[in-house]
């Protein structure tokens, strides 16, 4: 049997003089129809650039195949090889043979079109369904990846959607032409877990459903060990193993195999929640968050908005010097928007957010999710770490010197960093940055939005433990927002749990984990990828999340407890 | 900044431009410090409407002075107008789309609405408005000119800045505490140099051009003082009988704007972040 796809010693350059730069050097691998193939490395190894050459879309980013072949085999039995190929044909084969999932879907999505029509597009070119056909096929795809009033976000533009809505926009429009090989580029990194376990199921689904072969790119082996039959394992442009599944996961070959293993944060069900600093009864809080509640008008009104996004609904929990509370929760639950709000940065809330005089001026400093977009580029690494000092009305002087050389230090980055300007550094020395810049003000509560979701495995492990360290040096108190489960077990003390705008449970982080007492909380333990649950079956979980438009003036029943442990409280779920 | 420069030194089309403008600002330097050929004002009544020859280099006009002498003048006189126009338009746009964007609301709404206004009427013709009401002069010209081009600054400022102050680094710089003053400079402003840089350039030749006109019209810069539109209008009655009069000042022109607008698309290109990312 003819495989779908081989690919032969597949080299790929770029800039002037691609054979000497060259990115991937010298890749093979075969693809049977039905199959799926997992590529797997971290940033840098050069798997997108693998996967962008088999449709030739890397020449669009300036890349250049130096050698080797890539033979597809087309739906009428030929056989394309695509290294050779003009774009007319190309254009062709992108259309209706290789679809594709993007890693970034916000610049995916064109801005000025509803996603509706975009949809619609995709389904009018490559399946010739018009009007309300069209559009019939478009609801019935955004209900299949799980988009909550999908009938009225038919006429949303992009920019009113989430990220993780955008992501599902996008799975949509690639499912509309039904291809023969699909190629996953990272495709549920900025998703939530429960919709990347339900989007993993669909693509399974899928792929049983039509026959379609799919390659699966991440950094993520934990990911793709329930979903893939061949796994090939790459690093700096080699693939360094390639094997059936199994045999790569139960014993791998290679060193840099073992170590991706080892450095995937592995979530074990509360067995390995964090033993030092417990939280004592009765001591005063350092912050102490009160019935918050964040709203954001939608649709006006003659005098006023006739409905508000309920962002945050009635939040309330306290925090202890030294301790981290977690928020978990799927984008869109509010733990971002809770954790701005004790910031002060939105603009429409309430609730009473008391703080206890800290060390400082300003006890509460944030890191923020992306290093890339949260370090001014223009400004070197001194300037960066000065303001805010500056903005405190320190003065430029010697001890400040000292005070950045001293933190650059603590949190691992050479001494001539102070010169440098952050594209400088990679994403794990810029959020060590971020760190530093944070602790300028010696605060005494940190909130960390997605830290480290935006790093390497290997990167995220070392700066979870730099976290801990200066966690237990300072006696910080941390504010963790993350959507993993398995970075959260090693961090936390105390886990909240946030759903729709609203805490579901919240306790000890071993009693959330080990024995969760809410549908949502088990719902999102039991969505958290991990090698060893490779042969347990997804199902595609059609929960709907309630859509959090409401009328002006409603405000959600009050909220019951339940007390399910010492420290450990479930809101009561009223059947609806 | 130096390494803008050696990169523009190093683009094809940046490197002519720069030359070009090196050139104009020597030839206006010599002339302000009264280093040029012949005294620019000097009527050599003999020599009339003579050619160019060894001694005048670019010919004679009808008064007996030196063509070459009064361009390098009239180059001084065209590129002081130019930038004085372009650094007050840069000044006052900046700072109106800086606030539209950092305010927001109303008074995005307001300040926004005004500039379109101005944007509305032809360069020319608002200039002559101004002119009209005002009286004609060099400081009229600057002032006529800088509010000419004042909306097109306040846009290329305030669209970046809005995105820009949607960035994480602004929001974490409001949870430092730092000042209005110091978000505005350091972090929008800074990142706002790329894009102002490449209109100023751009800008500088429009300017020129837009000063020519205004002289030409009699508008601009008085007789006796020289400037390249004002030459220009001198010489249409004579062009028949000597041409020089009308080919050199119209070439100074000419290679003038070339000269701004190759520099400014060799800055666009150096500042552009996608070509530089590939560099970096």
């Known amino acids: 049997m003819t495989p779908l796809l081989r690919v032969r010693d597949l080299h790929v350059g770029f800039g002037r003089d691609p054979k000497a730069n060259e990115v991937v050097k010298g890749v093979s691998f075969e693809l049977m129809a039905g199959q799926t193939l997992a590529i797997v490395g971290e940033s840098g190894s050069g798997k997108s650039v693998t996967a962008l050459s088999i449709n030739r879309l890397v020449d669009f980013g300036g890349g250049q195949i130096t050698a080797g072949s890539i033979h597809f085999q087309r739906s009428d039995g030929s056989v394309l090889d695509v290294t050779q190929a003009d774009e007319k044909t190309l254009r062709r084969v992108r259309g209706s043979g290789i679809g594709m999932i993007f890693q970034e879907p916000m610049t995916s999505l064109n801005p000025v079109h509803t996603i509706g029509a975009q949809i619609e597009e995709a389904f009018r070119l490559n399946r010739g369904l018009t009007g309300a056909a069209g559009r019939q096929a478009a609801l019935d795809v955004l209900d299949r990846v799980r988009i909550p009033d999908a009938k009225s976000r038919l006429a949303y533009y992009p920019h009113q959607l989430s990220g993780g809505m955008r992501q599902r926009v996008m799975i949509a429009m690639a499912l509309a032409s039904s291809p023969r090989l699909l190629i996953a580029d990272e495709p549920t990194t900025a998703l939530d877990v429960t919709v990347q376990a339900q989007i993993m199921a669909l693509l399974a689904e899928l792929r049983a459903e039509t026959g379609m072969s799919m390659i699966f790119i991440t950094h993520d082996i934990g990911l793709v060990a329930g979903i893939a039959d061949n796994i090939m394992v790459m690093q700096q442009g080699v693939a360094v193993e390639q094997n059936q599944i199994d045999a790569v996961l139960d014993n791998p070959q290679h060193d840099y195999t073992r170590h991706l293993l080892k450095a995937v944060p592995h979530f074990s069900a509360g067995k390995a929640v964090r033993t030092d600093g417990h939280r004592v009864e009765g001591r005063a809080p350092i912050v102490s968050v009160d019935d918050l509640v964040v709203r954001f008008p939608v649709g006006r009104g003659l005098f006023r908005a006739k409905a508000a996004v309920h962002a945050v609904d009635g939040v309330s929990f306290d925090l202890q010097p030294g301790e981290t509370l977690a928020i978990v929760g799927e984008s869109g639950s509010g733990k971002s928007t809770t954790a701005r709000a004790i910031l002060g940065l939105n603009s429409h809330q309430r609730g009473a957010i008391t703080t206890a005089a800290g060390r400082s001026r300003r006890p509460i400093q944030m890191v923020f999710q992306d290093p890339f977009a949260s370090l001014n580029p223009r400004l070197n690494v001194e300037a960066l770490l000065a303001e805010p000092a500056i903005a405190n009305g320190q003065r430029k002087d010697a001890a400040l010197h000292e005070r950045m050389q001293f933190l650059l230090e603590r949190v691992g980055l050479p001494a001539d960093a102070l010169e440098r300007y952050p594209h400088q550094f990679s994403g794990g020395q810029r959020q060590r940055l971020c760190i530093a810049r944070a602790l300028m003000l010696n605060p005494d509560v940190v909130v960390l939005d997605e830290a480290v979701s935006a790093l390497d495995v290997s990167v995220q492990a070392r700066v979870l433990d730099l976290l801990v360290d200066l966690q237990r040096e300072f006696n910080l108190a941390y504010l963790f927002i993350s959507h993993d489960m398995a970075v959260v077990e090693r961090i936390a003390h105390r886990i909240a749990v946030m759903f729709a705008g609203q805490i579901v449970e919240i306790g000890e982080a071993r009693g959330v984990l080990a024995d969760p007492q809410h549908s949502y909380t088990k719902r999102l333990i039991a969505a958290v990828p991990a090698v060893e649950r490779r042969n347990q079956h997804f199902a595609v979980d059609m929960t709907q999340v309630p859509s959090l438009v409401r009328q002006a003036g409603y405000e959600p029943p009050e909220a019951r407890w339940r007390q399910a442990g010492i420290d450990h409280q479930v809101r009561v779920e009223v059947a609806s | ?280």
């Open chain 2, 1 to 280: 900044m130096t390494r803008v420069f050696g990169a523009l030194w190093q683009h094809p089309s940046g490197r002519v431009g720069l030359f070009i403008i090196g050139l104009y600002l020597t030839l206006a330097l010599l002339g302000v410090l009264g280093l040029t050929p012949h005294p620019a004002l000097k009527q050599f009544m003999i020599d009339r409407l003579t050619g160019p020859s060894a001694s005048y280099w670019m010919g004679t006009d009808l008064l007996g002075r030196d063509t070459m002498s009064r361009l390098m003048l009239g180059i001084g006189q065209s590129m002081l107008i130019a930038f004085a126009s372009v650094a007050w338009a840069t000044l006052a746009g900046t700072i109106i789309g800086l606030f539209a964007a950092w305010l927001g609301g109303l008074w995005d709404g307001v300040l926004m609405r005004l500039m379109d206004v101005l944007l509305a009427f032809p360069a020319i013709l608002l200039a002559l408005l101004i002119i009209a009401i005002v009286g004609p002069g060099t400081f009229t010209s600057v002032t006529a000119i800088a509010i000419v081009y004042t909306p097109i600054f306040a846009r290329v400022v305030r669209g970046p800045a809005l995105s820009l102050k949607q960035r994480d680094f602004v929001d974490a710089a409001r949870t430092f505490g730092s000042s209005q003053r110091y978000i505005l400079s350091r972090h929008l402003l800074l990142n706002l140099v790329a894009p102002l840089a490449v209109q100023v350039t751009l800008a500088l030749a429009w300017a020129l051009l837009t000063e020519a006109g205004l002289s030409f019209l009699g508008l601009g810069t008085q007789p006796p003082t020289p400037s390249l539109g004002l030459m220009l209008a001198e010489s249409k009655n004579l062009m028949q009988q000597a041409p020089w009069l009308m080919i050199f000042p119209a070439l100074t022109i000419m290679l003038g704007i070339l000269g701004f607008n190759l520099t400014g698309d060799a800055l666009r290109d150096i500042l552009d972040p996608r070509t530089q990312r590939r560099t970096a």
